[in-house]
T-cell receptor, first 112, second 120 residues
Framework: GDSVTQMEGPVTLSEEAFLTINCTYT??????LFWYVQYPGEGLQLLLK?????DKGSNKGFEATYRKETTSFHLEKGSVQVSDSAVYFC???????????FGKGTKLTVNP | GAVVSQHPSRVICKSGTSVKIECRSL??????MFWYRQFPKQSLMLMAT?????????EQGVEKDKFLINHASLTLSTLTVTSAHPEDSSFYIC????????????????FGPGTRLTVL
């Protein structure tokens, strides 16, 4: 079945550091790919998405590019802030399906 | 933006009792809601899809008699863990699908903050 693998955390960075959180997927066909963020005490929020190969999703300074050849959707940000501290989930959904398949989540802590 | 609430946020109960968790869409109507379960350091696992006015669709391996889902209105779905046991202790998360696209994406799922269930 479909699956998502993302890098194990936790990840600890200093403010203004570069962030990469790796995400790879296994799926038949051409899934849509997502990054969700969960801030402490809150529900998951959609951060960005990409629906086809070579699409780049971006939001709040975060970016991720749908790479079909490497089945990857790595999350990047050039300069993290303390407020970016959260748990980040990579996910996919197939075709018109509403079902989301999630990775295990990566906890990011940014220190001032 | 679209907001989904869950109640309670945390519950502790004795083994053998039943626990009800509520999921509400506060500012939109959700014909479809989803229930997930999350174990420590694990991903969210979809348990069931709840459709307003009809029976829920359960994922393979999820006991429908154990996890009762009711979606009686367009803004409320409930998950009842019946005869709870310690192995049911987990973090339960709901999401609601907004078909209107008011949040920017049609059919985007909005997630509740989760309910921590501990069964003693």
């Amino acid at each position: 079945g479909d699956s998502v693998t993302q890098m194990e955390g936790p990840v600890t960075l200093s403010e203004e550091a570069f962030l990469t959180i790796n995400c790879t997927y296994t799926a038949t066909g051409y899934p849509s790919l997502f990054w969700y963020v969960q801030y402490p005490g809150e529900g998951l929020q959609l951060l960005l998405k990409a629906t086809k190969a070579d699409d780049k999703g971006s939001n709040k300074g975060f970016e991720a590019t749908y790479r079909k050849e490497t089945t990857s959707f790595h999350l990047e940000k050039g300069s993290v802030q303390v407020s970016d501290s959260a748990v980040y989930f990579c996910a996919l959904s197939q075709g018109g399906s509403e079902k989301l398949v999630f990775g295990k989540g990566t906890k990011l802590t940014v220190n001032p | 933006g679209a907001v989904v609430s869950q109640h309670p946020s945390r519950v502790i109960c004795k083994s053998g009792t039943s626990v009800k968790i509520e999921c509400r869409s506060l500012d939109f109507q959700a014909t479809t809601m989803f229930w997930y379960r999350q174990f420590p350091k694990q991903s969210l696992m979809l348990m069931a899809t709840s459709n307003e006015g009809s029976k829920a669709t359960y994922e393979q391996g999820v006991e429908k008699d154990k996890f009762l889902i009711n979606h009686a209105s367009l803004t409320l779905s409930t998950l009842t863990v019946t005869s709870a046991h310690p192995e049911d202790s987990s973090f339960y998360i709901c999401s609601a699908r907004d078909p209107s696209g008011a949040g920017g994406l049609v059919n985007e799922q909005f997630f509740g903050p989760g309910t921590r269930l501990t069964v003693l």
